[in-house]
């Protein structure tokens, strides 16, 4: 879930999102170089042309960058490529540039505009000109190659290859053992060519942000929140100590369920973890899928969102059936699926529209119905991996997706339209200030609208029956969302705490994977069923490493859509219990919501932050108030139990253990 118009902002190459969701030193004029800055320019002046030549730039490289994601091959990559070098190019012109003005007096907006500049880019781009060119091309070909990549078995006519989406769906669906775990290897290890190109990589990026003035590459990323580098990182571990406890519980609960389901010693790895490819989600950051095994109350209600999905696709499947009445080929019935597909996915984005629309936001505009990539071509390879595009700032916003008619896909669209959203408010803003309050603020959004898609909610809409109202069913609601939203928030810091020490070089090349597993178990309790040596690169198995997308944003984000949450439901007028707030079909909170998202990056995420919520500081208090009923169940439920994980046995993972009599 990423934002492309964000992460373009942020001069992150290759990449398209918020912000979830894109240059070489100024050379003599000549083809393709920089322009010089005019003799006699105030700072305000630079700031103005700045915004003027990034705009007129930004629309060519987001071009470049979504054909080499829709369209997967050498050509699309070179373009994609040379696009991203020239505007990283211009980006260093920029910087440097604005450097003669240090020091000087200027207009608050101006030194702003000049700070967001410098601190932006998360692709720091290195001075000399072929590093800048090998840079674009590493970060380029690895995103292509995350894209393309499949698991094979095997060999000639007899060989079947799985891409991402078919071995997620074994995760999501099956609870065969040793099918999961075929299906977990297989993606991990198409990531291990990608090795030696991320270690040139990380050498690369770490050139650039010296050549600005920093550290590391890791120390820049934390540059970018208003506040010093050393106190971001002081933040995220204050907030994760408030919510560790609730994780804690959770894990516990699960790992209790597991062993009931797959046996004592399959259900858990050495140290009391959670078997990695045992959580229904390539990477273990939502338990969503998980339901049928640790929904709490199977008989309280029905929350069961994937299968009413499914059967809208079927309805849809038979609709476009029957407009081809008579004999049908192969050819014919693919066509038919796939028409089935685009028809369910683009239902899906509708009701997502509509939620926003209610809140008094204007309709997505008719550009994005007709570009937009709802679904998985038949003839092509795409990155698939859900991201919001702003492709011009003027209004041609789309979305990229592979939509399947599941729980997880329906919520991830209602996220990515909180992306475009976000872009369509802060369009009038000068360029530079086109960007979240902070990153994490560009992942919040969507995502506090879908803190609002209660129980009532889907109802409403046709997804569940009628809801019990009884402590059962409200256990189940709250369960249902702690499986996406808990479980996720260790996992949105480790990934960053690996590449901080990757950029700062605390952790060797030698070490990736092993640092990497170091990090899972001590955050999220999760440990592989097998070896996981240095022959693997099993950071590369998710998008946002070989894509460089900073993810402290997510951590974050989850966080501050709860505080975001509580004050549009203060706005909406909401009496009772926060869990119980959809504020859907509100003017009120939908005003105060656009207010926020039109202030973009004009001013301190502090104010903002305020603005909306009355307060300052980003707090976790609204995560545990949420989710307080839930809390106090889990404890109940584990009372007994032995709690907690030992990280320090995820160096020397269990061999699989033979099968044990699986129960329920």
Known sequence: MKPVRALLALGIAAAVIGLGGCKKEPTPAGAGAPAAAPEGETADQFVARVNAEYKKLYPEVSAAQWLSSTYINDDSQLLAAKANERYLAQLNSWIEQARKFEGQKMSPESARAIHLLKIGAAMPPPKDPAKLEELTRIATKMEGMYGSGRYCKGEGEAQQCRQLGELEDVLRSSRDYDEQLDAWQGWHGVAKPMRQDYVRFVELVNQGARDLGFADAG???????????????????????????????????????????????????????????????????????????????????????????????????????????GQRGPADLAQVEQDAKLASAKLMTERAQDFYVSLGMPKLPESYWQKTQFIKPRDRDVVCHASAWDMNMAGDVRTKMCIKPNEEDFTTIYHELGHVYYYLAYNKLPPIFQQGAHDGFHEAIGDTIVLAMTPKYLQSIGLVGDQQQSREALINAQMRMALAKVSFLPFGLMIDRWRWGVFDGSIKPDQYNKAWWDLKAKYQGVAPATPRGEEFFDPGAKYHVPGNTPYTRYFLSHILQFQFYKALCDAAGHQGPLYECSFYGNKEAGQKFWAMLSKGASQPWQQTLKELTGGEKMDAGAVLEYFAPLQDWLRQQNEGQACGWQASAAAQPAAPQPAAPAQG
């Not at 989600?281 to 109350?297: F, R």
């Not at 029905?302 to 407009?323: C, H, I, N, P």
Request: contains cysteine.
């Open 219 to 325: 120390e820049m990323w934390r540059s970018g929140y208003d506040m010093s580098p050393a106190e971001i990182a002081a933040e995220t571990d204050r907030l994760w100590g408030q919510v560790k406890p609730l994780y804690e519980q959770l894990h516990c609960y699960a790992r209790t369920r597991l062993e009931a389901k797959y046996g004592v010693e399959r259900g858990h790895v050495a140290g009391n973890m959670l078997p990695a490819h045992l959580m229904g989600n390539m990477w273990q950051q939502d338990w969503g899928n998980l339901w049928d095994i640790l929904a709490p109350y199977p008989d309280a209600g029905s929350l069961d969102v994937t299968g009413a999905l499914e059967s809208q696709y079927r309805r849809s499947f038979d609709a476009q059936l029957a407009k081809q009445p």
